[in-house]
């Protein structure tokens, strides 16, 4: 008799956690229609009803480009393709900027629209290319030495693979040694 008892009461105060919380959520979703459609997003999340747009990561110079042209996101787009299209390198943005836009790989429009539920700012990453004729666009693939002839020859094509400096000034000086340029990866 007293294990039922017990298992009554246990099942009342289930009962009383679930109305509670049911009470909660309630009061917290009628507070919810007064909001923006972005802090309505951001408030269902917060109950675990819905999940916050994830951030997009990008390169200093669209992050940039980005809260100059972000009320007028349309416009910017379509501007960018008629150039991106003309092979354009107008003066009045970056080549940085217009390369960017023509790579598929970077998905441009999605990015840029994503951009306006938030977005990180992505370090720049500087590589070594090749100057050498026959390995010309190839990046360096590591700082360890590997020659007969007192060359670097740790080299690859695949820019993903290539070793990656975060400092600029570093770059610089490995590729004098090595007989390269920096470019930044993108």
């Known amino acids: 008799m007293k294990n039922i008892k017990q298992e009554l009461d246990g099942l009342v105060e289930e009962c009383m956690t ?20 972005e802090e ?10 819905a999940k916050e747009p994830e951030k997009v990561e990008v390169p200093k110079f669209v992050a940039e480009f980005f809260e100059k042209i972000k009320n ?10 008629n150039h991106a299209n003309k092979g354009c390198e107008c003066n009045r943005h970056s080549p940085d900027l217009i ?10 429009i999605e990015t840029l629209v994503r951009m306006k539920d938030g977005y990180t700012v992505k370090e720049p990453r500087y590589v070594i290319k090749s100057l050498e004729e026959d390995i010309s ?15 670097y020859r740790d080299y690859t094509e695949d820019i993903d693979k290539a070793f990656k400096f975060v400092m600029k000034e570093e770059a610089e000086k490995v590729a004098v040694l090595v007989g390269g340029y920096v470019e930044v990866e993108e």
């Not at 309505?40 to 009803?49: D, H, T």
């Open 40 to 49: 309505f997003l951001k408030q269902l999340a917060k109950y675990g009803l």
């Open 18 to 37: 679930i109305s509670e919380e049911y009470s909660r959520l309630k009061n917290g979703i009628k507070n919810l229609t007064d909001l923006e459609p």
């Open 99 to 108: 390369r960017w836009f023509v790579n598929p790989s970077n998905k441009p």
């Open 137 to 151: 666009d190839d990046y360096l693939l590591s700082l360890e030495y590997r020659s007969n002839n007192g060359t």
């Open 72 to 81: 007028d996101l349309d416009w910017a787009i379509h501007y960018l393709s």
